[in-house]
């Protein structure tokens, strides 16, 4: 076969080849479609939502701009507060140069609705990176999420840097240690939770990150099984948003109450429809602000409107000059705090009520999961119970630390440096208010549900004991009911007579097969038998009976409750003589001085001779 040349073989020679078809070679841009997207695919993305979150703000910036009868300045001027507000909206310190006193001021309150446009923008991107782009299949492989997070990083920042040295030669200038760092820790963050959104949102790294700050023995109270938030947790949660929305009705109330001053700062600070429109956009930015700073006043550190001036339910300050913002139209007057100020002590009460209920319930759950031991013992005891709620009442401590962070900050110098709730205030009040009333809450939540358990327990016990005394049993006498009497008085009645099963009225089973009973009990034989006819061994209630039984009379007793079957016919050979009939033996009167062989009352039998029916 080595010799063998197919057919199909031809020499390749310059005119085969000349004559081949050539392929067009694939460019740059098919290249980069074909290819798998990773890192130049999360450049494009990253650069996309950072311009997105540009255009965003430039925009409203430009049409207030065009429709101001009084602009300050040209349209360069715009774009300048539009990227310096891009670079607040991360949580960046700016810097306010054109001053009355000529000091430069700092700017460092950040509006937190402007927040949520940059790490909604990452968030998307980044997820879409790791996902392969828009128009990726559903079962190909994703991106590493290494590769795509630091491509998505990378190409924000790329334009961040830019937009950065654009706003420095504005009026409002970004402070730069400030603006590294938070837009960077915004960026990091907003496209790692990205990440782990494409993957499904594994349990993994929360797992890790868990248990390298929290012990072994209180990890399943934050994060539990699947990555499903633990009890406390989700009592954090909900005393964080209990605390929120009573910020939120507090915050209402007084915009109400105030309401000719609110109005009145809104139409005194500017004219016509363009900068009024623009106090209502900054008004309304800044709402959750102005919610993270009602529930700070609930809590009780309240919040500063400048240096050394506070403001709690107990007693405000008289604040300095402030500009008319209609916002600030519903701050407390000054002086001694009044019963309308401090019913503000109730959201915090609230939220302590919540989460201790969801801890309290959580506790209890365990005793209902094992129904085999007591509730007391299987459910959660009170130190755990009381522990797992202070450690919820320290995570919603943290959050409302965090938010009265970024809810604050300085607005200038002197008597404006320090403007909002102190967060380690906030923090500590949140920890004493919900720390307590869950607690306690929890232990009483917990030991109202162990006793209403073990009264429902009791009572399905109760019910199923009942229910099983008033059950027929298997093997009892047909026509027999639970109500009815033992005729001859010696048993108690009801359905617990269970000496039925070791004795039986002989004549009154006979009655039920035919109908009617005979009068007259006739006691149960016994079931073992002593050398001295002692009752050692009879039913507890049955004496010895002086007179012993024949074998057939006592085989009726015993199996009279089964089901009466026709006698086969017998069949014997012809040569066979008849067995004789069997021959009863009376009761003899007086005691023998011979054991009777085997059952009481047997007679003697000629050998081989078959059993009588």
């Known amino acids: 076969m080595a010799g063998v040349i197919h057919a199909t073989d031809r020499p390749s020679t310059p005119a085969t080849l000349r004559a081949r078809p050539t392929w067009p070679r694939p460019t740059v841009l098919t290249r980069l479609r074909d290819r798998r997207p990773g890192l130049a ?20 910036v430009m049409l207030l701009w065009i429709s101001s009868p009084y602009p300050d300045s040209g349209p360069d001027g715009a774009l300048h507060i539009a990227a310096a507000l891009w670079l607040l909206a991360h949580g960046a310190e700016l810097v306010r140069t054109d001053t009355l006193s000529g000091v430069p001021a700092p700017m460092g309150v950040t509006p937190l609705l402007l927040l949520a446009l940059p790490v909604w923008l990452l968030h998307r991107a980044a997820r879409d990176a790791t996902e392969g782009g828009a128009g990726a299949d559903d079962d190909a492989p994703l991106v590493p999420g290494r590769t795509a997070g630091a491509g998505v990083v990378l190409g924000y920042l790329a334009v961040a840097a830019p937009a950065a040295l654009f706003a420095a030669d504005g009026a409002l200038r970004p402070q730069w240690v400030s603006t590294a760092v938070c837009v960077s820790l915004v960026a990091v963050t907003a496209v790692g939770a990205g990440v782990w959104t494409a993957y499904g949102r594994p349990s993994g790294p929360l797992e890790r990150a868990v248990a390298a700050v929290l012990p072994r023995d209180v990890r399943h109270l934050v994060l539990g099984a ?15 948003a209990v605390l929120l929305g009573g910020g939120a009705l507090l915050l209402a109330g007084s915009l109400v109450w105030h309401g000719a001053q609110t109005q009145g700062a809104f139409l005194r600070l500017t004219e016509g429809w363009s900068g009024r429109f623009a106090v209502l956009l900054l008004a ?14 609930a809590l009780g550190p309240g919040f500063l409107l400048g240096s050394g001036t506070s403001v709690t339910p107990l007693s405000s300050d008289p ?69 797992a709620a202070v450690l919820g009442a320290a995570l919603c401590a943290g959050a409302l630390a965090l938010l009265a ?37 929890a ?10 358990l073990e009264t429902e327990r009791a009572r399905s016990t109760q019910e199923a004991e009942g229910a099983g005394e008033h059950s027929p049993r298997i093997g009892g006498p047909r026509g027999d009911s639970p109500e009815s009497e033992d005729p001859a008085g010696d048993r108690a009645p009801g359905p617990r007579s269970w000496r039925r099963w070791f004795s039986r009225n002989t004549s009154t089973a006979a009655g039920d097969r035919t109908g009617t009973a005979t009068e007259g009990p006739r006691p149960s034989p016994p079931l073992f038998l002593h050398d001295d006819m002692d009752d050692l061994y009879l039913p507890f209630d049955q004496a010895a009976d002086p007179a012993p039984r024949t074998r057939d009379d006592t085989a009726d007793a015993l199996y009279d409750f089964l089901p009466a079957d026709p006698e086969p016919p017998v069949t014997r050979r012809p040569d066979t003589p008849a067995p004789e009939p069997m021959r009863r033996s009376e009761p003899s009167s007086g005691p023998s001085s011979e054991p009777p062989p085997g059952l009481p009352g047997d007679t003697a039998r000629p050998p081989n001779t078959p059993d009588g029916p």
């Not at 450049?43 to 430039?58: E, I, N, S, V, Y």
């Open 41 to 60: 695919a999360g450049l494009l993305g990253g650069a996309l939502a950072a311009g997105l979150g540009l255009a965003a703000l430039a925009v409203p």
């Open 226 to 240: 699947e990555g499903r938030p633990g009890a406390s947790a989700r009592a954090a949660a909900a005393a964080t």
């Open 284 to 297: 309304v930015a800044l709402v959750p602000n102005a919610l993270v700073w009602a529930a700070a006043y």
């Open 319 to 387: 604040a300095p000059l402030l500009p008319p913002f209609p916002l600030l139209a519903g701050v407390p007057e000054a002086g001694a705090g009044a019963p309308v100020t401090w019913a503000a002590a109730v959201v915090p009460v609230v939220a302590g009520v919540v989460a201790g209920r969801l801890v309290g319930r959580a506790a209890a759950e365990a005793a209902e999961e094992w129904a085999r031991l007591a509730p007391d013992v299987a459910a959660w005891t009170r130190g755990r119970t009381a522990g």
């Open 405 to 441: 962070g970024l809810a604050g900050g300085p607005l200038g110098s002197a008597a404006l440096s320090g403007f909002g709730p102190v967060g380690w205030q906030v923090g500590a009040a949140t920890l004493a208010w919900v720390g307590l009333t869950a607690s306690a809450t």
């Open 443 to 452: 232990v009483t939540v917990r030991a109202r549900r162990i006793r209403a």
